[in-house]
């Protein structure tokens, strides 16, 4: 109250004294500094908003360069299960198509090749973080967030691959085996010959039946779907690690610029 009474006795002054001219000036000014002061201090709280946003925007692009060099190690080992697999089959192949089975344990290694294969699970652990807490939008490089959705749309693609040769490996090869063949011995022999002899043991394996395993079109055909569909998956493996490759390269230039 009493600051109030100032002001007034101040304002009658100079109105008596004829000086309203300089007291609407002083107002003025008065008016304008406040309107400084409130933006000065929205710059300052809109500089330390940024500077906290930019933060959190190195602190997921490290974790996801992180996880992309994690996934590449990870595409590599399965590219090559994969061409190991491949090869697996096409060896089967050529036995459907006449050549003679010299050694019962390499076939029977080959053959549970195909039937062991492995669903492909991407490490994306930042990224599901950042979708899932709605903070994609702190990623400002249009070019980084476009590969990663571009990324997780084909894998997408990858794991409809992987289901459809599920289902064909249901139909083609494991349901015709599993009836016509004792799995004991095929696969405590496989075990054994994958493992140096730590696991599984030596059984003796059974001509007649890969003979008639060779006799039966419909397990031939699904190891021709094996080379097909493994091949497709190794092409979109080729892809997501060049996707990774370069989402790398992107990062580090983020990271090196602060």
Known sequence: MAVLQVFRRIRQRLLSENKFSRYLLYAIGEII???????????????NESKKQRERELHYLSNLKTDLQLNIKHLDNYITTREAAINSANTIIAHYEGEPIKDLEEFNVHTVNIYTWQ??????????????????ALI???SIKNILLNMESLYSMLKNEEAHFRYDAEILLYEPQYNMMDMNPIVQ??????????????????????DRMLKDTKQKNGFVMAVYEFSVMNNQFRQMKTMCQNLIELINKELVEE
């Open 33 to 47: 500094l406040v309107v400084i002061g409130i933006l000065i201090a929205l710059q300052i709280n809109n500089s």
């Open 189 to 210: 022999n496989y075990m054994y010959q994958v493992s140096n002899g730590a696991a599984g043991e030596r059984r003796k394996l059974s001509k007649d039946d890969f």
């Open 140 to 142: 400002s490089n249009d």
């Open 119 to 136: 669903k492909f699970t991407q490490i994306n652990n930042t990224f599901q973080e950042l979708m899932n807490s709605g903070n994609l």
